[in-house]
């Protein structure tokens, strides 16, 4: 696609119950990130993929946050027992690759909103 | 890791203003970009400019890598214009970025 893609846009969820969040990112881009983003604060860093491989979860605020990008393109967000503190905009963004520009230039989605009740 | 401040916080002008927004940096960067966030939320490139000066249209964007800043102007501002606009820096030797805390900026007619 042209872009970066996410769903869904919105998310609704009780209270511990478990969500799964999707990113497609820009075909044939070998990085991929995740981001969260409180409302009113810059968006923060979750984790990292170059391809399938998850170079980096040091953002992943608890154990209960789980991702995985199995064939190196599509991309899944997982929150289990989602808190209230969870309610946040989940962004995802995908570059060429790492390295020296422009190569790491980052392009995000739309995001999913997430609302936990 | 790297720190990021933007200023001003916030800014409001009349339409057809000039405006400067700044992003200071704390270490040196292999990649800084400036983003616009629309009302829907989604995260718009202005610019991906390390170092150096672009410009694009009504925007220019310059980035004093030795001296850990970046300014983004913004000349004869439209309503249109309204939003947060973000700095987002990466570290040399990292794969991440990190964002400023935006310039939120009204417009009005």
């Known amino acids: 696609g042209a872009g970066v893609s996410q769903s869904p846009r919105y998310k609704v969820a009780k209270r511990g119950q478990d969500v799964a969040l999707r990113c497609d990112p820009i075909s044939g881009h070998v990085s991929l990130f995740w981001y969260q983003q409180a409302l009113g604060q810059g968006p923060e860093f979750l984790t990292y993929?170059?391809?399938?491989?998850?170079?980096?979860k040091s953002g992943l605020p608890s154990d209960r946050f789980f991702a995985e990008r199995p064939e190196g393109s599509v991309s899944t967000l997982k929150i289990q027992r989602t808190q209230q503190e969870d309610s946040a905009v989940y962004l995802c963004?995908?570059?060429?690759?790492?390295?020296?520009?422009?190569?790491?230039?980052?392009?995000f989605g739309p995001g999913t909103r997430l609302t936990v009740l | 890791g790297i720190q990021v401040e933007q200023s001003p916080p916030d800014l409001i002008l009349q339409e057809g203003a000039n405006s400067t927004l700044r992003c200071n940096f704390s270490d040196s960067v292999n990649n800084l970009q400036w983003f616009h966030q629309n009302p829907w939320g989604q995260l718009i490139n202005l610019f991906y400019?390390?170092?150096g000066t672009k410009q694009n249209g009504r925007l220019s964007a310059t980035t004093v890598a030795t001296e850990r800043y970046s300014l983004l102007y913004i000349s004869s501002s439209q309503t249109t214009d309204s939003g947060v606009y973000f700095c987002a820096a990466m570290n040399s030797g990292y794969s991440t970025l990190t964002f400023g805390k935006g310039t939120m900026l009204l417009v009005s007619p």
């Open positions: 963004a995908s570059s060429l690759g790492p390295g020296l520009a422009p190569y790491n230039e980052q392009f």
């Open positions: 993929f170059q391809n399938e491989a998850q170079l980096d």
């Open positions: 400019i390390p170092s």
